[in-house]
């Protein structure tokens, strides 16, 4: 019997677990990655590659297991109807069935002058690093003040003290946390220097400077665009139903139609249905929903899965935060990823952040050998402060 073709675009934790957990299931297939990038973008550490205080980088090939074969080329689009992917060396690549996992890319930025860098992207990083070893006191303006503006003001104001920074959102700074976790990470930035400007809409870019709502004029050597990331435009481009930012919508079982051949997984994707609105652009949501995928198609060629036969269900239990090197910020939240009382501070919160990001990329190495990565489903705040914690811990 013909080997079915499985084909996985992209290659970020999503698409890495989905492979390596497939690759294992006894299934008659073959599975191509396809991806434009050799080196594996470890994304959650891009605050770090901006700072240069990134000390390893890691091939794809190293991460993927062996029987997973690799193709190193740029997509250009889907054409679903005839089951190919259309490469832009105009390569045609046929496919019984495809994971979309191609993740996220920075704000679009094209009409912008190259003074603005997206922090989303590995090689703006790369440059605005390039620039600081030999700019140390220029003078740097954050705009998003998420996760990853907060990651990225930290990094660079403890590599560079001399750094005139400047983190603006158009709410309030630190607004994910419990009251007193925004405190505190509000109390690092400041110590470090760092001036904050909240509840500041910006309404233009142009060259060497922002101008926001209120008039005022903000100027900068280097502006890091973190205020809004989008998914790969790939999918729109081949017709495929996507929502304002780009994402492939997807069912329960991360389909794009009930038991149709094209699933998806990562930060490229948006699962429908209100169990899935805390699901957030991140590297936690990324790794299960890969490992899923796996399970899903394990299902749907005929093989043994009890997690691909039930939907897709994530919950999730802490959020991490570097604030530098040596501080930091463990969040702890409810299944729906709203902040509890509960965080924990300072070194011991840095050295926990770093185990975490160590974890995701051992986790994604495991899978080729077993089953490793496990996480937890989806329980409604209400519910969940009504079970004990042993009910908790067997949803």
């Known amino acids: 019997m013909e080997k079915k073709s499985v084909l996985i675009a992209g290659a970020g934790y999503a698409g890495i677990a989905a492979a390596n957990r497939l690759a294992r299931k006894g299934l008659s297939i073959e599975i191509t990655m396809v991806t434009d990038k050799s080196e594996f973008q470890e994304k959650i550490r891009n605050h770090q590659v901006l700072a240069g205080t990134k000390q390893k980088t890691y091939s794809v090939r190293e991460l993927l297991h062996k029987s997973v074969k690799l193709q190193i080329a740029r997509i250009q689009e889907i054409l679903p109807s005839q089951n190919q992917l259309l490469l832009e060396n105009g390569e045609r690549v046929r496919f019984d069935y495809l994971a979309y996992t191609l993740g996220m890319a920075g704000p679009q930025k094209d009409s912008l002058t190259p003074d603005y860098a997206s922090v989303a992207g590995e090689a703006d990083c790369q440059r605005v690093r390039e620039y600081l070893v030999k700019n140390p006191n220029a003078k740097i303006t954050i705009i998003g003040a998420g996760l990853t503006g907060i990651e990225s003001t930290t990094e660079l104001a403890a590599t560079y003290p001399g750094l005139e920074i400047t983190l603006v959102d158009k709410g309030s700074i630190g607004k994910i946390f419990s009251q007193e976790g925004a405190k505190y990470t509000k109390d690092v930035i400041l110590r470090r220097g760092t001036k904050l400007l909240e509840n500041t809409k910006i309404v233009s870019f142009s060259k ?188």
């Not at 990331?229 to 304002?244: H, Q």
């Not at 079982?253 to 991140?282: K, T, W």
Request: glycine share 10%.
């Open 208 to 395: 060497n400077q922002v101008k926001t709502e209120k008039g005022q004029i903000i100027s900068h050597d280097i502006c890091l665009l973190s205020n809004g990331f989008y998914a790969s435009n790939i999918a729109k481009k081949s017709s495929l139903p996507t929502n304002e930012i780009g994402q492939l919508y997807v069912n329960e079982f991360l389909e794009v139609r009930s038991g149709g051949n094209i699933l998806g997984a990562g930060d490229c994707i948006r699962p429908m249905g209100g169990q899935y609105n805390h699901v957030r652009m991140s590297c936690a949501a990324a790794i299960p929903m890969g490992a899923y995928l796996s399970e899903r198609l394990t299902y749907l060629l005929g093989g043994k899965s009890k997690i691909g036969s039930r939907p897709f269900s994530l919950g999730f239990v802490m959020f991490c935060v570097s604030l530098g090197r040596e501080e930091g910020i463990i969040q702890s939240v409810y299944r729906d990823d709203t902040p509890k009382k509960a965080f924990r501070k300072g070194r011991p919160a840095a050295f926990i952040k770093e185990l975490v990001c160590k974890f995701a990329l051992n986790s994604l190495r495991l899978e080729k050998k077993i089953d490793f990565y496990q996480w937890p489903s989806f329980v409604p705040v209400d519910t969940e402060l009504e079970l004990t914690g042993a009910e908790i811990a067997q949803r």
